[in-house]
């Protein structure tokens, strides 16, 4: 099978890899694991909390070239964009720009469900979702 000239660009030339300094509470981590394969995706986002916009984002993802292009490509997407813009993004976005046959579909599922659990986490510090997790506690 051949990767996309995109995809190749993307695993040759990772944009934004790396994380970010532990205990930086503008910051909201995404962890998920494909169970299909294995493969496991860490995404993250900075947000500036004057402007609620994501103003970076990193990722390490151990996986295979279609992952790594999708974390790639979604952290350069998410920059400049509100949480809520954030979640917007479609996996069938990603698979697009990166032209993935079918069997790569989940690579790119992986990253859009990589930056919801990153806007989640953030939310869940900020207290956006604090009820949901006192409900939880009290139960
Ligand atoms: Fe599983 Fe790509 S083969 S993430």
């Given at each position: 099978?051949?990767?996309?000239?995109?995809?190749?660009?993307?695993?040759?030339?990772?944009?934004?890899?790396?994380?970010?300094?532990?205990?930086?509470?503008?910051?909201g981590t995404g962890m998920v694991g494909a169970p299909a394969c294995g493969d496991v995706m860490k995404l993250q986002i900075k947000v500036n909390p004057s402007t609620g916009l994501i103003e970076d984002a990193k990722f390490k993802t151990y996986g295979c070239g279609s992952a790594i292009a999708s974390s790639s490509l979604i952290t350069e997407w998410v920059k400049g964009k509100s949480l809520d813009q954030a979640l917007d993004i479609k996996n069938t976005q990603i698979a697009e720009e990166l032209a993935l046959p079918p069997v790569k579909i989940h690579c790119s599922i992986l990253a859009e469900d990589a930056i919801k659990a990153a806007v989640q986490d953030y939310?869940?510090?900020?207290?956006?979702?604090?009820?949901?997790a006192e409900q939880k506690q009290a139960a």
């Open positions: 099978m051949a990767y996309s000239e995109k995809v190749i660009d993307h695993y040759e030339n990772p944009r934004n890899v790396g994380s970010f300094e532990k205990g930086d509470d503008s910051v939310k869940a510090k900020h207290g956006e979702a604090g009820e949901a």
